[in-house]
């Protein structure tokens, strides 16, 4: 058996003679009963309340944070259900459960003897007081939970919205390109007619624009219920990113909830340990108060009996398992924190690379309407060939295309570090930008 228990029981007194006022004075069941309760009053007066009120202030504030966003997801209302439940359970832990009382009534000889024993379960203090540190962790661990979801909902939104957004985008350059083309193979077919082009350029345009008409077309992309507007716009941030590796890791430390899951896992096995240390220790295992009244004699009175657990050393075992279950939340929480800080990290890099160069990007898209601009003039004044027109448009067209794609891969990154951190990138530290600063751009 992993729990040995043993029970003694001490006898205060076997009986107390009627002209004791104690005994006048429980005269009656009533008497006995107001003792009882009396006891157990004085019981739950001695237990350690817990000035909680700060911890649940700042639990409210966190599921306010989480909710704010998706307080009408059905995951999250199931986990602020569970949140209910397990506030609800916090307040179970108490000195004295209940009270147990026994009646017994006979007649014996005209002697009509009642008998009233009122039985006192008394718990551990230590184990009263662990066993609120396990609860509370529970409802931590179920705040975390909310949070987990939280964020895994708001980056399941953030990421499709990216690829949604920018694939508008794709559209949009995709239809003018079209129109821009069939307009030109229309020119050309005139030209070709009118022997101003050689066929064998005329069917090398025609053939090289139908190629791309079909391989530049946007791959389609399923826009979700809810797009948010998470694509970067082009231009610099209101400063430096901060890429700290410690500031990352704190900040993953912090505000990442499956590592705060970890840490809330780690406290309940902590307390459970302190829980079976309280139970290994002797203790009163209840104590009795009885009342006996006889019609016939004169010698009532009051009695009292006292038992104790002695445990025979059974939940150390249990004492060795929540530690090393602690030890092992501990190193999950410092792996979770090193994935998550490296993935934020390198989000970040990418973030501070496209906002780094913000100048250039502006400067592909002028030159792209400038050339644009050429394009469309020569076009109008018939002063080159529909394939030299084309051409200088295709490079528009992939200038702006350019553009969308490092907004795209910048947005992709805000989520990463929305998903990574639990921090969001407009809450993110930033510093002054260095004077001259000049980051080269990615190829």
Not at 268 to 289: C, G, H, S, T
Not at 341 to 357: I, K, P, Q, V, W
Request: aromatic residues 6%.
């Amino acid at each position: 058996m992993s729990k040995r228990r043993l029970f003694t029981g001490v006898f205060l007194s076997a009986r107390v003679a009627a002209r004791i006022s104690l005994g006048a004075a429980l005269s009656s069941a009533a008497a006995l009963l107001s003792l009882a309760a009396l006891f157990s009053l004085a019981a739950l007066g001695c237990a350690s309340r817990d000035d909680g009120e700060r911890r649940a202030q700042s639990e409210r504030e966190r599921v306010a944070r989480a909710t704010e966003s998706v307080s009408q997801d059905p995951l999250v209302e199931a986990q602020l259900a569970a949140i209910e439940a397990a506030r609800a359970r916090e307040a179970a832990p108490r000195i004295v459960d209940e009270v147990e009382l026994r009646v017994e009534d006979d007649y014996i000889d005209d002697d009509h003897r009642l008998s009233l024993v009122a039985r006192v379960p008394v718990n551990r203090p230590a184990e009263l007081s662990a066993q609120r540190e396990v609860l509370a962790a529970e409802t931590k661990l179920a705040i975390s939970r909310l949070e987990e979801v939280s964020l895994q909902r708001r980056a399941e939104l953030c990421f499709p919205s990216v690829e949604a957004l920018a694939a508008e985008l794709r559209r949009a350059l995709y239809a003018d390109f079209v129109d821009q083309r069939r307009a030109l193979l229309d020119w050309n077919d005139d030209w070709r007619s009118a022997g101003t082009i050689d066929e064998l350029r005329g069917a090398r345009f025609e053939l090289e624009s139908r190629i791309k008409l079909a391989s530049w077309l946007p791959d389609p992309v399923p826009v979700p219920e809810t797009v948010v507007a998470v694509l970067p716009e082009i231009g610099p941030g209101p400063g430096v990113l901060v890429r700290s590796p410690d500031l990352v890791r704190a900040t993953v430390q912090r505000h990442n909830p499956s590592v705060a899951m970890r840490q809330a896992t780690a406290e309940r096995y902590r307390a459970l340990a302190e829980r079976a240390r309280a139970r290994n220790q002797p203790w009163v295992k209840f104590v009795d108060i009885g009342y006996e009244h006889r019609t016939e004699r004169s010698d009532n009175g009051v009695s009292g009996q006292i038992a104790f657990e002695i445990p025979l050393g059974g939940e150390k075992t249990n004492v060795s398992r929540y530690e090393a279950l602690v030890r092992m939340e501990g190193g999950e929480a410092r792996g979770i924190v090193a994935e998550q800080m490296a993935g934020t990290l390198r989000a970040l890099e990418d973030l501070h690379l496209f906002e780094s160069n913000s100048d250039r990007w502006r400067e592909l898209l002028r030159l792209a309407d400038e050339a644009e601009d050429i394009a469309l003039r020569w076009w109008s004044d018939r002063l080159a060939k529909p394939a030299d027109v084309a051409a200088l448009l295709d490079e528009a067209f992939s200038a702006r295309n350019a553009v969308v794609e490092a907004r795209e891969r910048a947005g992709s990154a805000y989520c990463t570090v929305l998903a990574m951190s639990g921090v969001e990138l407009e809450a993110w530290p930033r510093a002054a930008a260095p004077a001259g600063a000049l980051v080269p751009a990615r190829d």
